[in-house]
Structures are given as C-alpha cells and as structure tokens.
C-alpha cells in the first residue's frame, strides 16, 4: 500500500498459473449430523477447514467429527482468545491431517497455513463470502482450490448452485458503504467529547462533516442530533462548550467510559471458566437464564461441560468437562440474500440444466423441487398462490425487497404480513376481512414508483415497532424520527421493488 507517499513503488506479484478449481456440492437429506457425517470421509488424511453458518453448527460439527476419529479443532467468537489462538498455533504446526471447524471468523485475516480442502455445511449467503471460502486453498503453485459444499435441505442445495453459478458469470456484490451513518455519527459526537473534554458546537462540526460515512449528513441533521441529547441529559452547555451530561455518564461511565470507546456491541454474555479460572469462552445471558433450575450442560471450544456455579450478577459460570449433547443456543443476525441469489435460484428451477458439480441425490433433489414449483414459476414474474384464505407472493427478490414489499401492504391495509424470507412473502386476508386478492394486486402495482414517490416521512413511517430492532449499538440514543429513517434505509429496497414491480405481472393461482 502506498498511500500518500511520493516514493516509487515496485508490485509484488510473482507469475504463477491460475489454480484450477474443483467445485462439488453434494445433497445429504435429514438432520444436520447425518450431513456431517458425511464429511467425514474426505476429511480423513487432509488439512482441511470446515465452515459453518452458525456457532452451535460448529460445535455440533465439531462433536460429529471427533466422534468418528478426526482430528479437529474449534473456531468462533464464543471461544476464549487463548483457546483460538492455542487451535490455530496446533492446527498449523502439526503435520498430521486434521480439521477446524470454524463460523467466518477464519474466512479472511488469520493464516492457518496450507490446506487442502474446504467444507462447507449448507451455503453462505453471498458470492464473495463464498469465494473468500475457497480461496483458502490453491495457494501453493500446483494446487487446486478445492471446495465441497453438503447441504441438508432443498433451499440451501439451490443456493449454493447459485452461487456457483454466480461467481463463474464473475459476479461479486457491490461494496455500498453508506454515507448516513447516523448511530456512528452519534458515537462520534460523543467520542470527540471524550477526546476533548469539552468542544464548542461549530468545531464539533467541523471535525465531523466531511468523511464518507457522514457525508450525506447536513448541518440540520447535526444540530437537531446535537439538541436531541440536550434535551435528553446526554450532553451539556457550559461556557458555550459542550460537555457531557449525566445520562452519558450514568450509561456509559462505568470503567473510565470503556464501553464508550466501541462502536459496537455484543449480546449479553457471561464468561465461562474451569475451576482453575482458565477462561473457556463466553455464552449469552439468556441461553444460561433459559436453563435455570435444570442442569446446565453446552458445548463450548469443543468439548461439553457442565456447569457447577452460576453466577449471573457476576456474569459466571464455573464449569467441568462432562459428557453431553446441549448445544448453547446465540442470537445472530443472519442477515437476508441478496436479490442476485434470490434470482438465481429461481433461474434454476425455471432451467433444465444438469450441473455436473451436483452429486446424483442432489440433481434428483433440484428435480423433484422443478416439479413442485415450476408450475407456479414457470408462470409471469411474482405470482400469487391463494389457498384457504391465506396468499404467498412468490418474488425470489431477496430478503430486503420482501420486507419492502411487506411493510407497505400492511401500512395499505391490503393484507396482515404472516411472515417473509428470501423467496416469498406470506399473507392473510387484508385488515379489514375483506377478499384479498384484488387489493394486494391493486397495491402490488402501485409500487411501480414508489422509490420516488414516497417522502422521506413516510419511508421512515414502515418501520412500525414490529420492525424496530436494535441493529448499532447508538441507534436507541437517535432522535425518534432520524431512527426510523437509519432503519428505513438499513432494511428496505425501494429501488429493488419499484424495479420488480414494473416487470412483474402478479398473476392470482388458485390451488
């Protein structure tokens, strides 16, 4: 990286040919440990990573494997520093095959030497993840990158082919950092202060105004921000300066203001320890809550303990090796596909092709589901099933489209929101008990413009309380409305589904 420098600077890239890539994605239906008993074989006498989407996955995962002789280690943010680093130093250094087992926190960053091989239980849910994944291997001149993908449902079989299919079109999502950070642009009014002690309004601003993630944020947005924490007891005027108020301490003054200093949090966690106070790792509060009153057992770094001390005012829990099958449960924020994936899982179930990387029980699998869905996507474009009362819009658009799309029905009245995903959206009758049908069509074409057509106002009016989830760590400190309009724009597509509802024709099936 060269940065501002004027000196000369000379690339580093030695020739090497290309690796050769081996793609295989293999279907193994039932519950996930019959899917990652499957792996077990090629895990056997090679280096390998297996990846997860989950850290009650890996540690699952991790059990299976040992079980059946593999030598395996454990990665994820629920393990302690220590016990990560102890895996990663064992995993390079020995020579003998072995496997990790990891979420993405091995997916970029940390070198665990050579590999031979990456597995991978369902999909990830974008092509570039996919692709850090894979490119694990191959780096030695020679080698191939070698990536085997076992899904344990029909979703997660099309989703792993569309992102093959993806990256071989050399798709990679778009990088859209947003320039109305406004959680961060609160933590760093509050940060400057820390910094300063105390800060006149117009300095404040112009330290501020100007890097990317602010850059679409006015000096009105600013000074109602900078008021709101007045009003609220966040900050204070003294001497024309700007200090902190007592809310600001009484929130975040415990240890010097360290929480301060993040941007970001964590879930309520306590931390585990053995009985000689060697830290294992962390669980969140409300799996240890959920299992009071029974013996609490988990999985954790790999191995399953027992509990002989909880102590949750002190956020502890002293454990000892025992043997087990509770996995802990974590939140996770999951987060939707993208409406490329989406659509290219539809492409698949509309195409006859037979892809070779698929393994016959999952060539058989994409079958079976062409014949169930086809005749419902072979129609026009976001088809309506109605059945009973109840209708599902078939978009395949992606998660942030579907929740665009049901966030303004219901706002219209055209129909209660039972539920949505990446794939569908699912309805009832609308909210006044009248037949559905022709309203949710009526509506559905109405949002042909609605990506200009809407103020900001009512943009921010979708995010209802059933939708204002806790997404930045600063976002509960924002003025109500600027909330709503950080929400707005985190979870809603407007773009995606004013474009969708132009080359949709929303065709009503009976079945």
Not at 236 to 258: A, Q, S, Y
Not at 358 to 373: C, M
Request: glycine share 8%; aromatic share 8%; net charge neutral.
């Amino acid at each position: 990286m060269q940065g501002t420098s004027k000196r000369g600077w000379t690339v580093v890239d030695p020739p090497r040919s290309p690796a050769r890539r081996k793609i295989a994605i293999r279907y193994v239906e039932g519950e996930p440990e019959g899917t990652t008993a499957a792996a077990v074989p090629l895990a056997h006498g090679r280096k390998s990573i297996f990846f997860t989407q989950g850290r009650a996955a890996t540690e699952r995962v991790r059990q299976a494997f040992s079980k059946r002789g593999v030598e395996v280690f454990v990665h994820h943010s629920s393990v302690s520093k220590e016990l990560r680093e102890d895996a990663e130093r064992h995993f390079i250094e020995t020579e003998r095959a072995a496997t990790m087992v990891s979420t993405s926190t091995l997916e970029l960053g940390i070198d665990v030497g050579d590999l031979d091989l990456v597995l991978q239980l369902d999909a990830p849910s974008t092509v570039s993840s996919f692709l850090q994944r894979m490119g694990r291997t191959g780096r030695r001149d020679g080698t191939d990158q070698h990536i085997e993908f076992f899904t344990s449902n029909g979703n997660s079989l099309l989703q792993a082919v569309a992102l093959v299919n993806l990256a071989r079109r050399k798709f990679v999502e778009k990088i859209e950092p947003s320039q109305a950070n406004l959680p961060v642009f609160l933590h760093q009014i509050l940060a400057q202060i820390v910094q300063r002690d105390s800060v006149r309004k117009s300095i404040l601003w112009d330290a501020l105004r100007g890097p990317m993630p602010f850059r679409r944020i006015n000096r009105e947005t600013f000074d109602k921000m900078v008021d709101h924490l007045l009003e609220t007891g966040f900050l204070e005027v003294l001497d024309h300066r700007l200090v902190f108020g007592k809310e600001t301490e009484r929130v975040f003054g415990g240890m010097n203001f360290f929480n301060l200093y993040s941007v970001f949090e964590t879930p309520s966690e306590v931390i585990v320890k053995t009985r000689d106070g060697r830290v294992v790792g962390t669980l969140e509060t409300d799996f240890v809550r959920k299992m009071e009153g029974s013996t609490l057992t988990f999985l954790l770094a790999g191995r399953t303990w027992k509990a002989v001390d909880v102590d949750l005012n002190r956020a502890l829990v002293v454990a000892i090796p025992f043997t087990g099958r509770e996995a802990p449960r974590w939140h996770s924020a999951g987060g939707f596909l993208g409406q490329e994936v989406a659509e290219e899982m539809r492409s698949i179930l509309l195409s006859d092709e037979n892809f070779r990387f698929v393994d016959k029980a999952g060539r058989e699998k994409i079958e079976r589901l062409r014949t169930e869905r086809c005749l419902v996507l072979s129609r026009d474009r976001c088809p309506i099933t109605s059945e009973g009362g109840k209708f599902r819009l078939h978009t395949y658009a992606g998660g942030r489209i579907n929740a665009t799309i049901a966030a303004l029905l219901e706002a219209k009245g055209a129909a209660r929101i039972v539920g949505f995903g990446d794939l569908e959206v699912d309805l009832e009758a609308s909210l006044d008990g009248s037949p559905g049908t022709s309203l949710i069509r009526a509506e559905l074409n109405n949002l042909e413009d609605v990506d200009t057509r809407l103020t900001d106002a009512e943009r921010t009016a979708l995010v209802g309380e059933k939708s204002r989830g806790r997404l930045a760590k600063f976002q509960p400190y924002l003025p109500r409305y600027l909330e709503g309009s950080y929400l707005a724009e985190e979870l809603f597509d407007f773009a995606g589904t004013a474009e969708l509802a132009r080359e949709a024709v929303f065709p009503v099936i009976q079945l």
